[in-house]
Every structure is written in structure tokens, then in C-alpha cells.
């Protein structure tokens, strides 16, 4: 049986590279079958955040790769629902909202954590 | 499973330490490096009551005082810590 990994992604969509990368571990971990969470965190929720717009900033649309997740078996999609309510945003169907004890016992049950 | 958290951001300039703490485990432990180091002196972090290491050189380089509730490690220190704990989170 291969380790568990749970990916936390914190980064906001547009300031870097780390929130795509946080996807793309995740979609070659659920290519190879390997049990992988993400869970969104801090400025990671704004990933979620719906009617965005990436080409008014020259750079390619996360959601595709967001909704790729699904056909890549990932079931276990999280969002910190602390980082949520402090951004203004409303839980997305496309993640569980968990609360700080949850997240605590997230981590709790996974073999490795990766925090990008 | 515990977990050692590593944090080398300082607190005044980024949230990760006040993340860390807010989903830190009663049995898990929090390492500060790097500018974390200048985390020493959170109240927030004493209050958590988890254990706390800091990473001697980072330390005696920005003449930090150890609190008594805060252990130090050196570089050997900090790969045991890593071995003694289930798993590594590294804040990056």
C-alpha cells in the first residue's frame, strides 16, 4: 500500500507558480492511483473562488486542471473553512469545508503532508 | 501520527506561523528556522502549550533570548527531530 499524501495549497492563484504546481502533484499522484488529498488553505481558497479570469492577466485557466481532479479520482478535496469566511468567500461545491479541528485531524491521517 | 511543523517565515511579514498554529496538534511539535526563528516571541505560540524547538545557529545569529519553554537544536538535532516524529510539514 503506498503512503498517503495530503498537498496543502496556500498560495493564491496568480502570485506564483506554487498553486499550479500543488495541482499538478496532485493530478500525477491520482494518474498513478496513489491515495492524495488537497486541501486549500489560506490564500489557497482564492483557487476557488468562481468567475475568474485568467487571461486578463496573460496566464492559463486553473479550473480546467481544478475540474480534472474528479476524472483523476481525487475525492478527497478540502478547503479551510476559517480561510474562507476571513476572504468573504462562500464554501464551493467542488471541496469540503473543514474547520481547524478538522484540518488538525486531517493531518493527523495522512502518512505525508506537502504544504505549498 | 505526530507531526513536526517547520516554519522558517517570520510572523510579522506572513501568516504561515498563525496557520500553523490555529491546525497544530496537541502531539505535534513546531521547529522555527530561518526568520521563523523571530516567532520566539509569540505570545500565540507559548499559549499553544505544543512543544517548540528552534534551530540554535538561526537563533544565536539574530542574539534572540531562548524562552524556558522552548527547546534548541542544532543541525543533527533538527534530522533526529525529523526521524523522531511520523511525518515533516515544512511551511514553505
Known amino acids: 500500500m503506498s503512503k498517503s499524501l495530503l498537498v ?32 486549500f488553505m489560506d490564500d489557497g481558497v482564492f483557487q476557488l473562488a468562481p468567475g475568474q479570469d485568467a487571461k486578463a492577466v496573460q496566464q492559463k485557466d486553473l479550473s480546467a486542471n481544478l475540474q480534472a481532479l474528479g476524472l483523476f479520482g481525487i475525492d478527497d478535496v478540502f478547503a479551510c473553512s476559517h480561510s474562507l469566511a476571513e476572504r468573504g468567500l462562500t464554501p464551493p461545491a467542488s471541496a469540503q469545508p ?15 503532508v506537502m504544504t505549498l | 501520527m505526530s507531526t513536526l511543523h517547520v516554519v522558517s517565515h517570520s510572523p510579522f511579514t506572513d501568516s504561515r506561523l498563525a496557520s ?38 538561526d537563533r544565536q545569529a539574530r542574539n534572540l533570548p531562548l524562552p524556558e519553554w522552548a527547546g534548541s537544536v542544532d543541525y543533527p538535532g533538527f ?14
Open chain 1, 8 to 39: 496543502i495549497s496556500r498560495q493564491a492563484p496568480w502570485s506564483g507558480p506554487s498553486a499550479r504546481e500543488a495541482l499538478d502533484i496532485v493530478l500525477a499522484g491520482g494518474a498513478f492511483d496513489l491515495p492524495i488529498g488537497l486541501l
Open chain 1, 98 to 112: 473543514l474547520d481547524s479541528a478538522a484540518v488538525s485531524q486531517l493531518i493527523e491521517r495522512y502518512d505525508q
Open chain 2, 20 to 57: 500553523c498554529l490555529r491546525v497544530c496538534g496537541a502531539h505535534d511539535a513546531i521547529l522555527l528556522c530561518g526568520d521563523g526563528t523571530y516567532g520566539l516571541h509569540n505570545a500565540a505560540l507559548q499559549a499553544k502549550g505544543v512543544k517548540v524547538f528552534v534551530l540554535a545557529e
Open chain 2, 79 to 92: 534530522v533526529q527531530l525529523s526521524i523522531d516524529y511520523d511525518k515533516v510539514n515544512t511551511w514553505l
